[in-house]
């Protein structure tokens, strides 16, 4: 499957930012979805996923701030990021996961988010 996300950008602390992640070539339908980010000088981790039926599943300092959502007709997910703050910049990657497999396989480019004033 390959993926592309975009939507990132330079918003103020206490703004708000929607990222899209593009899925093809395989049924969507079949991909536990997840967002990760990495930010400057430190490793990458896990943001949020979504199962194909709907369920959810965030990291502590994103919960209740970021939603994941996903559309299964148009194969797309998405993060909304509300209340954002500095320390949520980053590089933002979109990421499938095969239903039965433990592991995200497939990543797409990354987009920048950068929370600044």
């Known amino acids: 499957v390959q993926l592309q996300a975009f939507g990132g950008g330079l918003v103020q602390p206490g703004g708000s930012l929607r990222l899209s992640c593009a899925a093809s070539g395989r049924t969507f339908n079949n991909y536990i979805m997840g967002w990760f980010r990495q930010a400057p000088g430190k490793d990458r981790v896990f943001v949020a996923a979504?199962?194909?039926?709907?369920?959810?599943y965030y990291a502590g300092p994103v919960k209740g701030r970021f939603t994941i959502s996903r559309d299964n007709v148009q194969n797309t997910v998405y993060l909304q990021m509300n209340s954002l703050k500095p320390e949520d910049t980053a590089v933002y990657y979109c990421a499938a996961r095969p239903i039965n497999y433990m592991t995200y396989n497939y990543w797409g480019q990354g987009t920048l988010v950068t929370v600044s004033s």
């Open positions: 979504i199962w194909s039926g709907g369920s959810t």
